[in-house]
T-cell receptor, first 115, second 109 residues
């Protein structure tokens, strides 16, 4: 399919472990977003890329969270020394252009459980 | 970014029309209004977007009064498969970057 793909679908980590979550956006999409969604809440913005440039990382909750998109396509969200409060669904979205009125296409997310 | 307020939950029956109203009192001149739908275990999906008056597509209609301080998403003849969370978002036309999601409205059919 031509949608946004995220892997893994589920990830269980022990507290203190590092994890890496992958996002494959729709081919040719300029903008890429990461959101964090806690159970029963709306998605919360983490960070935004325009091609390979990370233009906004104001939503990253701590310096343990790091995101990259080195070639302007695939993106990885890395969480170091995971904590229980990091347990959530991590959603990736992409859009064709670079303005926020563009339609966002979301992946199904990675559900992270930190034990 | 303008803040939005919408009901936490709504109940309906199959075949009824459902209207979900969103308040955005401090919407700016350049802001547009967008609605997303989210099913369990899936990411949000774009439903409809508008700037003023009425917009209609194959899924829903969006009504925006002249003062643009609120908007109403209308779902005609809902079915069980319309049970989902619906998010109203307001964002600046031409602005780069994030869209802010609120808590959304959980519609139970």
């Amino acid at each position: 399919g031509a949608g946004v793909s995220q892997s893994p679908r589920y990830k269980v980590a022990k507290r203190g472990q590092d994890v890496a979550l992958r996002c494959d956006p729709i081919s040719g999409h300029v903008s890429l977003f990461w959101y964090q969604q806690a159970l029963g809440q709306g998605p919360e913005f983490l960070t935004y890329f325009q091609n390979e440039a990370q233009l906004d990382k104001s939503g990253l909750p701590s310096d343990r969270f790091f995101a990259e998109r080195p070639e302007g396509s695939v993106s990885t969200l890395k969480i170091q020394r995971t904590q229980q409060e990091d347990s959530a669904v991590y959603l990736c979205a992409s859009s064709l252009g670079q303005i926020s009125s563009e339609k966002l296409f979301f992946g199904s997310g990675t559900q992270l459980s930190v034990l | 970014l303008a803040k939005t307020t919408q009901p936490i939950s709504m109940d309906s029956y199959e075949g009824q029309e459902v209207n979900i109203t969103c308040s955005h009192n401090n919407i700016a001149t350049n802001d547009y209004i967008t609605w997303y739908q989210q099913f369990p275990s899936q990411g949000p999906r774009f439903i409809i977007q508008g700037y003023k008056t009425k917009v209609t597509n194959e899924v829903a209609s969006l009504f925006i009064p002249a003062d643009r301080k609120s908007s109403t998403l209308s779902l005609p003849r809902v079915s069980l498969s319309d049970t989902a969370v619906y998010y109203c978002l307001v964002g600046e036309t031409g602005n780069t970057g994030k869209l802010i999601f609120g808590q959304g409205t959980t519609l139970q059919v």
